[in-house]
């Protein structure tokens, strides 16, 4: 074969490849959920219990997923804990769980002990769930409304991201119950 055949050759097969990452991407990202069914899963959780999103139904599920060497994580979990916290949110049918990813229950222990955070941990430790969502960058957030289906998806945690967070929920907690 020519070799200066060989590139023009390999570019198509370059364009054809990299044309299916882009598209594999779009379609592979959290974002992608928003207005579809949440993916449902069962999961224990840091203390045993068996939780499963399905059982939901009805409430507002704020699934926030992240682990301990997350900054930018420990930068969010305060706005877990606080949103868990709200006694007035739960009583219109918010559910918080922090689902943890793929660490150790000691190792999450001790952090939720000194950090003094009570919320809900369902613990991922083989990424499962993380794969369901798409999870590709810790924290991710997603609210769930009363009808099963995916409300808002937040990536990261920044500035303002408390406020969008905590209008998202609202919103999803203002719709009526199926």
């Known amino acids: 074969m020519n070799m200066r055949r060989l590139p023009l050759l390999a570019c198509p097969i370059l364009v054809l490849l990299l044309g299916v990452g882009v598209t594999a991407r779009a379609e592979d990202d959290t974002n992608a959920l928003v207005g579809k069914a949440a993916p449902d899963f069962s999961l224990a959780t840091l203390i045993g219990q068996q939780v499963q999103l399905s059982g939901q139904k009805g409430k507002v599920v704020m699934v926030d997923f992240w682990a301990t060497w997350c900054p930018p994580c420990r930068q969010s979990l305060p706005h877990v804990q606080q949103a868990s916290a709200n006694k007035d949110l739960a009583e219109k049918g918010l559910v918080v769980w922090a689902v943890n990813a793929s660490e150790k229950a ?15 941990v369902p613990m991922d430790g083989n990424g499962a769930v993380l794969n369901k969502y798409f999870v590709h960058g810790i924290p991710t957030t997603v ?3 009363r009808d099963g289906s995916v409300k808002a998806v937040f990536i990261g945690f920044g500035d303002g991201s408390a406020k969008q967070i905590d209008d998202a929920v609202d919103k999803a907690l203002a719709e009526p119950a199926p």
Do not use: P, S
């Not at 000691?106 to 809900?120: R, S, W």
């Open 106 to 120: 000691e190792t999450v222990k001790g952090f939720l002990d000194d950090n003094h955070y009570t919320f809900t």
């Open 143 to 145: 609210i769930v409304g």
